[in-house]
């Protein structure tokens, strides 16, 4: 009996030892396994994206933005993707989800700012992310995204003035506005829930006893409020634009609320075509107030008490492209000088083409030419449709967005 006690007490040392040290692995695997972070990402057709990838090697022409190509393309050439970062993106022509790289633009060929947030926000955070990206191209936030709590859209006596004096049907008006008006909110949310509903359909490697985080939300939309005159009469004084301001906050505290998220990070994208209007040029006076105006109106939210520390807006202007710009313009001086010119005299196709060549010739320097013909692929309300432009951006709003993670 007593030898038995001297061999098991050493036997009962040891297995408290190893039950122990089971314990102290399983602690520390349990406390290393983090959430997947979510982010999502909505708005209009910046949000898109309609930079075509064309325009990435114009990136490296600049040494200031080079190192953001080397993110996005292999020593070949070829886009990357990207390891432990997918992407669910619904749009106008439906869902597209796999593995974040080139393509999830507007359209197959074209990028926007979820390619260089998703590049960004997993280095800064160092691990695994999914973006869940809702964007439609037209669509504003007073009606389409409009906020449940924010009631319903009341037309003002101006515009109903308006429709009389055209002749329209009221009613027809109203209901219509009334089967509109909260769609989009609607659409998003729903996307939200039934992405994070079933995540491996999107992320195969979705560990799901390890959960998920919604961890932030990007808002990048607003062209189609700031041009509405009707909604926003007096959007030339200051204040016009006051009533955006207000649908925003609701925006913020309901898609906290629907999505069960309080005090989710947000980031505004503060629309910044055209850059910072204190550059705007003497053509530009006319829309300086309004651009200007609208601006604050979008910025607004992130200062109200209740959101300091978890709201912040990102100033997009800053990531305009002067230069690029510049060169836009002068072609499309080129452009009006023949149109202008086939008002006066006939000109077949091949004429035109052999004028427009000569002008551009006598115009630009190759160099110009070279950044003009790379660097563009869309309109200025489209960021110029510039890869450069559209990949800032989206490091800009990653990196606010890393400073509100906890």
């Keep these: 009996m007593k030898m038995h006690a001297i061999l098991s007490a050493p036997t009962a040392m040891v297995t408290c030892l190893c039950m122990a040290g089971l314990f102290f692995h399983d602690a520390v695997r349990a406390d290393q396994i983090k959430p997947l972070k979510v982010f999502v990402l909505v ?28 993110k996005v393309k292999d020593a070949k050439g070829r886009p990357k993707v990207i390891d432990d970062v997918w992407i669910s993106s619904l749009s106008n022509s439906g869902e597209k989800h796999g593995r974040l790289t080139t393509g999830f633009g507007a359209n197959d060929q074209k990028i926007g700012p979820e390619l260089m947030f998703g590049i960004t926000i997993h280095e800064l955070l160092d691990e695994p992310v999914l973006l869940i990206k809702t964007s439609w191209g037209g669509k504003s936030l007073h009606t389409d995204f409009r906020p449940p709590s ?33 769609r989009y909110y609607r659409l998003m949310i729903e996307h939200v829930r039934s992405v994070l509903s079933d995540i491996r359909r999107v992320y195969p490697d979705f560990d799901s006893s390890a959960g998920y985080e919604l961890a932030g939300l990007v808002w990048f939309q607003g062209w189609n409020d700031m041009v509405d005159s009707g909604t926003y009469p007096n959007r030339d004084q200051p204040g016009g634009y006051a009533k955006y301001s207000e649908l925003l906050g609701h925006f913020i505290r309901d898609v906290r609320h629907d999505l069960d998220a309080p005090g989710l990070p947000i980031v505004i994208g503060v629309m910044g075509v055209n850059g910072p209007t204190a550059l705007y040029t003497t053509q530009q006076n006319r829309i300086r107030g309004v651009h ?8 607004a939210p992130a200062g109200l008490p209740e959101f300091q520390g978890n709201v912040r807006a990102v100033l997009t202007e800053n990531y305009w492209d002067q230069e690029l710009a510049e060169l836009r313009t002068r072609d499309n001086q080129i452009g009006q000088k023949i149109r202008t010119l086939k008002k006066q005299q ?28 790379k660097g563009v692929s869309n309109a200025e309300y489209h960021y110029l449709g510039s890869a450069k432009i559209m990949l800032q951006i989206g490091e800009g709003f990653a990196e606010a967005m890393a400073e509100m993670q906890d």
């Design 43 to 70: 708005g209009q057709s910046n949000m898109q994206g309609h930079a075509n990838v064309e325009t990435l090697e114009h990136v490296g022409m600049d040494p200031a933005t080079a190192p953001l190509l080397a």
């Design 292 to 299: 200007q105006n609208f601006r604050h109106a979008m910025a």
């Design 346 to 373: 006939k000109m077949t196709r091949e004429e035109e083409s052999a004028m427009r060549d000569q002008l551009r010739k006598d115009a630009f320097t190759d160099a110009e030419w070279e950044n003009l013909s």
């Design 150 to 182: 924010a009631g319903p859209y009341v037309f003002q006596p101006h515009q109903i003035q308006r429709f009389e004096q055209q002749g329209k049907d009221l009613e027809s008006i109203r209901t219509e506005k009334r089967e509109a008006t909260g």
